[in-house]
């Protein structure tokens, strides 16, 4: 299909929630384990950010808390569904540093721990068709990323979900193997996604710093989609 082709849609009902989010493809990536120059700015932007970061400071962190009234609204349990920012933030408290997975992963989500905001990536090569960001009705296939088997499926939880009937994301909180992004990943659908407590401008700054470093140090060219 390709990046230039892919269509994404969203169910109004979903966005009555709060949910909020920039959307866009990206072709011509070149991905690679990593990059010195890149080492380097994560270290000294997870150092600055390191500073204030305490248990307190992500319990009150608005954006954060923006989440949790998400899916407090979407009648989600937070104890055991932390959204993506909030569970990065969690292990740069516990261990100092980022999680590194491969250049285009861990650019979204050091600006996913700059900003906040829910990031992620899936490799448009594995998409089935287009995508919806809709409200689950609990027939949808969801194997989690680290998963060999899928697992059960609520119905009424928001999730981005692929043409097959195939979860690429439930909620902001969990993305799935099927479209995990590998050295092999040239295009990419990528999410990024606030709440009542970001408006459009953040989100779309967000955006922009997502693309400025992913065209840095992988190439690429960009379509927005919503």
Avoid: W
């Avoid at 299909?1 to 070149?30: C, H, K, S, W």
């Avoid at 980022?98 to 490799?123: C, E, F, M, Q």
């Avoid at 090569?125 to 990323?145: N, Q, W």
């Amino acid at each position: 299909m390709g990046f230039q082709n892919i269509r994404f849609t969203i169910q109004p009902e979903v966005l009555d929630l709060g949910l909020r989010g920039v959307y866009l493809a990206m072709g011509g990536l070149q991905n690679r384990p990593s990059d010195p120059e890149f080492d380097h700015l994560v270290e000294s932007e997870i150092a600055t950010l390191s500073k204030g970061l305490t248990r307190e400071t992500i319990a009150s962190d608005p954006i954060l808390a923006g989440f949790r009234k998400l899916h407090d609204a979407a009648k989600v349990p937070n104890r055991k569904n932390l959204s993506a920012a909030e569970n990065l933030l969690e292990f740069v408290l516990a261990r100092g540093r980022l999680p590194r997975i491969n250049l285009l992963v861990d650019i979204y989500n050091l600006v996913s721990v700059k900003t906040r905001l829910a990031l992620g990536a899936h490799d448009i090569a594995r998409i089935t068709g287009d995508v919806a960001l809709r409200f689950t009705d609990g027939t949808e296939r969801f194997v989690p990323l680290g998963a060999d088997a899928p697992k059960p499926v609520k119905a009424g939880e928001y999730s981005y979900v692929d043409a097959s009937n195939e979860i690429l994301c439930r909620l902001e909180v969990r993305q799935v193997e099927k479209t995990k992004v590998g050295l092999d990943t040239t295009e990419c659908l990528y999410i990024v996604q606030g709440n009542r407590a970001t408006d459009d401008a953040y989100i779309r700054r967000a955006a922009e710093e997502l693309l400025a470093l992913t065209k840095r140090f992988c190439g690429g060219t960009e379509r927005f989609l919503a």
